[in-house]
């Protein structure tokens, strides 16, 4: 048998483990420490998606929150140009087609109650966050009313929600801040913060090979080794689905970090800018067409 033919067989059998692993029970998977943490479609974007060309994320987005019937509100108070930006995603999401598309212009933490919020929010079937600033996105919305509906109004598979750059990052319980890149993990290499809780089961990073960020996601995963690493390169969406699962569209990669099965890891001891120890961290590759199921912590071949 040629080479080449040793490898399509290969491929083959990864194909046929994925989909056996599929057949995993959920109890089972529960019982292992699998948690789930999908409840509804979130697309979250690596940041520098396609504005002018093709703009399959963006137009993702829109399908997914309706098509010609999508009604769209823009959060823009990530950026420190919130009309500029805000004018330029609501040219496109109009251009796209969405039935009707709104700017929420939130210079202040907004003071609606809960009623005021819920209507607010359901006049919405898509809301898309910004880049910019995640600190300042958080500082402004979170935990508010109108940040809890958003969240409610997802688990109830009412609402898509997108986030680009900073607002992907803010998607998390524990949040990339800030931080450096290209260096070997420590702890100095990365700020943390509490994000909008979203998906608070995994943590963030965007512009993620473009900008190097491996190190200090590995960095983020060892102080808390209960979440999953999620790091997003640009013009790439990870799409949380309903069913527990994970795809990825655009043109770069998206890359999981695992640390289910580390065995060893030195985060609690060293400080400062000592180099982190960790073994047996699982780690990911996933370009347009994969998957990766959250619940059981798997990754899917696409078909050979």
Same mark, same amino acid.
């Given at each position: 048998m040629s080479q080449g033919a040793n490898l399509i067989n290969r491929l083959k059998k990864f194909v046929d483990q994925s989909a056996n692993m599929l057949n995993l029970d959920e109890d089972v998977?529960?019982?292992r420490g699998m948690t789930q943490i999908i409840k509804s479609a979130v697309m979250v974007i690596g940041g520098g998606?396609?504005?002018?060309?093709?703009?399959?994320?963006?137009?993702?987005?829109?399908?997914?929150s309706g098509g010609s019937q999508a009604r769209i509100a823009i959060i823009p108070c990530a950026s420190r140009e919130p009309d500029i930006i805000g004018r330029i995603y609501h040219d496109i999401f109009t251009d796209l087609g969405a039935q009707a598309v709104e700017v929420?212009? =939130?210079r +202040?933490?907004? /003071?609606?109650?809960?009623p005021a919020a819920e209507a607010l929010v359901d006049r919405f079937t898509g809301v898309f966050m910004t880049g910019g600033d995640q600190l300042r996105l958080c500082g402004l919305i979170a935990d508010t009313p109108f940040a809890i509906t958003i969240a409610k109004r997802i688990t109830e598979n009412r609402l898509v929600l997108a986030g680009t750059s900073a607002g992907a990052a803010a998607m998390g319980y524990n949040m990339i801040s800030g931080g450096s890149s290209g260096e070997s993990p420590h702890k100095e290499l990365v700020n943390m913060s509490t994000g909008l809780s979203i998906l608070p089961e995994i943590i963030v990073d965007q512009h993620f090979h473009n900008r190097n960020r491996m190190a200090r996601l590995i960095t983020a995963i060892a102080a808390h080794p209960d979440k999953i690493g999620i790091g997003i390169?640009?013009?790439?969406?990870? =799409?949380? +689905?309903?069913? /527990?699962?994970?795809r990825v569209l655009g043109r770069g990669t998206v890359t999981v970090v695992d640390p289910g099965e580390v065995s060893y890891s030195n985060q609690l001891w060293v400080s400062g800018a000592a180099p982190l120890t960790i073994h047996n961290l699982r780690v990911h590759i996933l370009a347009a067409g994969c998957k990766y199921h959250l619940l059981k912590r798997i990754p899917i071949s696409p078909s050979v």
């Open positions: 998977a529960i019982e998606e396609d504005k002018v060309q093709d703009r399959k994320i963006l137009k993702a987005f829109v399908e997914n929420l212009d =939130i +202040e933490r907004p /003071n609606y109650d809960y390169d640009e013009d790439t969406v990870a =799409i949380f +689905e309903p069913n /527990n699962i994970m």
